[in-house]
């Protein structure tokens, strides 16, 4: 351990805590990078960042904060969209990106264990060349741990057929916030006794415990894919398009949605691959499985596509085509600095039926609102991304965003849709819980934390709204009209 250069007591027994270098962040400058998560709007400094390597050193951590009442949180990679790794009580932050390592690929059972702190792509990458890979895709996947993702509950593009994180944990090692080490999930076996508490943690948002160690389920590839790219001059037809495929008995590995802000984005960006700029929308769709059913899945979707009067629809010619359409989806949030100074990504849900409605509404709270919203999202699980463009710099401007965010939510609960699909409530969606949830519904989920955190030390003032906390919002005429 290096020398520290404060007298600050807590900061030098939290160093003691952890073996070898870098154990410990505690200096104003080198704070100010954990201020907040992929949640710009809120900034909050943390009294300390530690970096243990072991489980055992997480548990000294937190057992250390739980003595001496120091609130804590955990951080992955910090690429969270709703605030959960924002320090709002100045907690310290226990960094897991030391805990990185690969523990075991254990193929004949189809499950491999991994350290939190462990990046999500890495795990396909270091198992295809078996002909193996780890379905959960998020498009941060190539920077997100998977700590990160059991505490979001994550999911992705090709989440739509497989299923999100939930359904690909086998088993988990968690510090709970008084420091005892537990382990949950029977590493997969069905049907184990006692509660689900695999369920009950994954997608707990940080708030019940540390995971320490994960256990995932793998997949083997499979035999064949093809993906399909198709144009519409009408964002109601490409909506419909997206019903008719899954009504009719295909369940595509992912269908996604730009509408099009977004594909203005993605081709002032890095990865543009020549979409035409003047249409409402274009779908991607990938369709996987063995190689017998696959071309009669795509001339399906082609006939669907044109029933719908697709301006142009194509099929990737080879891997590197599919790669590039890919490459330009994935990286869709971020190409929209290419066209805003700012922007807000929200995350709500829908049934896939009332689509062209609340993309209607959507558009229409836009105009109210003086704020363009461009839209890239899972459209075959009904997973809005509405993406809310704005600058910062401009008074009242990133306020008006949250507003506008809090009404695109609105307009999904009402349609007897959810606040978030994937990214989590964190501190952004709090009040919206409220949307979907009455205050018993809520404090019956309050009443599981107090189990677990009962000094809510661990990650306080996430997820949940403040009791009699009233909801305010301006912009929510348009949700009335659903
Ligand atoms: C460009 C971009 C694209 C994205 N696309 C997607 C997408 O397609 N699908 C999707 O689901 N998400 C997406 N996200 C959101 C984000 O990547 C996920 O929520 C991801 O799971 C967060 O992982 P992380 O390691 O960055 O976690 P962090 O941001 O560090 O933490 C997130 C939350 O998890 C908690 N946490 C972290 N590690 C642990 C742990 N070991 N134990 C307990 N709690 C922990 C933190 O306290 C916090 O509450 C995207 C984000 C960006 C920036």
């Known amino acids: 351990m290096s020398k520290l250069k404060t007298k600050d007591p807590h900061i030098r027994e939290l160093a003691a805590l952890v073996s070898g270098p870098y154990s410990i962040l505690y200096e104003r400058e080198d704070l100010l990078a954990y201020d907040c998560d992929g949640f710009t709007i809120h900034k909050h400094l943390p009294k300390a960042v530690v970096f243990p390597n072991t489980t055992e050193e997480v548990a000294a951590i937190v057992r250390y904060c739980a003595r001496h009442r120091l609130p804590f949180l955990a951080r992955g990679a910090g690429t969270g969209l709703s605030g959960g790794a924002i320090p709002v009580n100045g907690e310290v932050i226990i960094s897991l990106v030391k805990m990185k390592r690969l523990l075991e690929v254990d193929l004949e059972n189809r499950r491999a264990v991994v350290e939190p702190g462990y990046i999500n792509l890495k795990l396909t990458n270091s198992i295809s060349d078996k002909g193996y890979y780890y379905a959960p895709d998020p498009s941060s996947q190539s920077c997100c741990t998977i700590g990160g993702n059991v ?22 090692e968690i510090v709970l916030p008084n420091g005892d080490i537990i382990e949950i999930g029977a590493g997969g076996i069905p049907d184990a006794p006692g509660y689900d508490l695999l369920g009950l943690f994954t997608g707990s948002e940080g708030t019940l415990g540390i995971v320490t160690k994960i256990t995932v389920r793998i997949l083997k590839n499979p035999e064949a894919k093809q993906t399909v790219l198709a144009y519409f001059d009408k964002v109601e037809a490409g909506s419909q398009a997206v019903s008719d495929i899954i009504s009719a008995g295909i369940v595509p590995a992912a269908l996604e949605m730009m509408d099009k ?10 990865f543009p691959v020549g979409h035409p700029l003047d249409i409402e929308a274009l779908l991607l769709i990938e369709v996987d499985g063995i190689s017998a059913g696959i071309e009669e899945q795509i001339d399906h979707i082609l006939t669907v596509c044109q029933r719908h009067h697709v301006r142009e629809v194509k099929v990737a010619q080879d891997e590197g085509e599919r790669a590039r359409w890919w490459a330009n989806r994935k990286t869709g949030f971020g190409a929209m600095g290419a066209i805003s100074a700012d922007y807000l990504v929200q995350d709500g849900v829908i049934p896939r039926s009332k689509l062209p409605e609340v993309l209607t509404c959507i558009n229409q709270i836009s105009k109210e609102s003086g704020l363009r919203i461009a839209n890239i999202f899972h459209a075959g699980d009904g997973n809005l991304h509405p993406l809310i463009l704005f600058d910062a710099r401009i008074p009242g401007q990133a306020e008006k965003a949250l507003e506008v965010g809090s009404a ?27 949307y979907i949830f009455s205050e018993e519904e809520i404090s019956a989920q309050t009443d599981i934390r107090e189990v677990f955190n009962p000094d809510r030390l661990l990650n306080d003032g996430k997820l949940f709204p403040s009791p009699g906390r009233c909801v305010e919002v301006k912009l929510a005429k348009q949700a009335e009209k659903v």
């Open 151 to 172: 505490a979001e509950n994550a999911g992705g593009a090709h989440c739509l057929k497989y299923g999100v994180t939930t359904n690909h944990i086998l088993g988990l």
């Open 408 to 434: 695109c939510l609105k307009v999904c609960a009402d349609v007897g849709g959810s606040i978030t699909g994937e990214h989590g409530v964190g501190i952004e969606k709090m009040n919206e819980m409220r």
């Open 261 to 270: 802000t977004a594909i203005e984005g993605v081709e002032s960006a890095a």
